[in-house]
């Protein structure tokens, strides 16, 4: 499967734990975003990368959450002392950007469904 | 500040008919337009996308027409089926598509057999 995968599916934590989020874009893509789906609304966007360079990052982003993608390969999204507010569905894209004015579709992995107890 | 606006959370047709699903936005910087499909405990799927540049796009039952000084957009699905039930979202993007999504709240499609 040459999709968007991102590991694990669902994670239940305590207020206060930290948790970590992996995703692993579409081989021969050079950008990957993460977004935030909560209940009832559409995803909203959290950050991005351009191979290993975070170019943006939203002001939903905490300080609490901390995003790399070393190598300009797989991305990790991490989220630090947990709060139940951070209960969501943490989705994933990637993109070949290219040189085209347009066409630059985002592919989205499963999510990662995560509940803060 | 709600850039992309689905006003209709859900819609119901019959199988065969058409299904029109709506979609407006408030920045005039958009200039990339996006349908994903999403069904439960799944990520979006994209569907169909249009540039500024065009006012149609057509793949095969999906349309997506595009109204720049409307500020409107919306999908067509003919015929529809049963497949097709599940929520649509449009999404908005500067600089062709290459920066972030803007996403609407999303429309619930049923298509009744």
């Known amino acids: 499967d040459t999709g968007v995968s991102q590991n694990p599916r669902h994670k239940i934590t305590k207020r206060g734990q930290n948790v970590t989020f992996r995703c692993d874009p579409i081989?021969?893509?050079?950008?990957l975003y993460w977004y935030r789906q909560t209940l009832g609304q559409g995803p909203e966007f959290l950050t991005y990368f351009q191979n290993e360079a975070q170019l943006e990052k939203s002001r939903l982003l905490s300080d609490r959450f901390s995003a790399e993608r070393p190598k300009g390969s797989f991305s990790t999204l991490e989220i630090q002392r947990t709060e139940q507010g951070d209960s969501a569905m943490y989705l994933c894209a990637s993109s070949l950007a290219s040189l085209a004015r347009w066409g630059d579709e985002q592919f989205f992995g499963p999510g990662t469904r995560l509940t803060v107890l | 500040d709600q850039q992309v606006k689905q006003n209709s959370p859900s819609l119901s047709v019959q199988e065969g008919r058409i299904s029109i699903l709506n979609c407006d936005y408030t920045n005039s910087m958009f200039d990339y337009f996006l349908w994903y499909k999403k069904y439960p405990a799944e990520g979006p799927t994209f569907l169909i996308s249009i540039s500024s540049i065009k006012d149609k796009n057509e793949d095969g039952r999906f349309t997506v027409f595009l109204n720049k000084s409307a500020k409107h957009l919306s999908l067509h699905i003919v015929p529809s089926q049963p497949g097709d039930s599940a929520v649509y979202f449009c999404a908005a993007s500067a600089q062709g598509g290459s920066e972030k999504l803007v996403f609407g709240k999303g429309t619930k499609l049923t298509v009744n057999p």
């Open positions: 081989s021969e893509h050079n950008r």
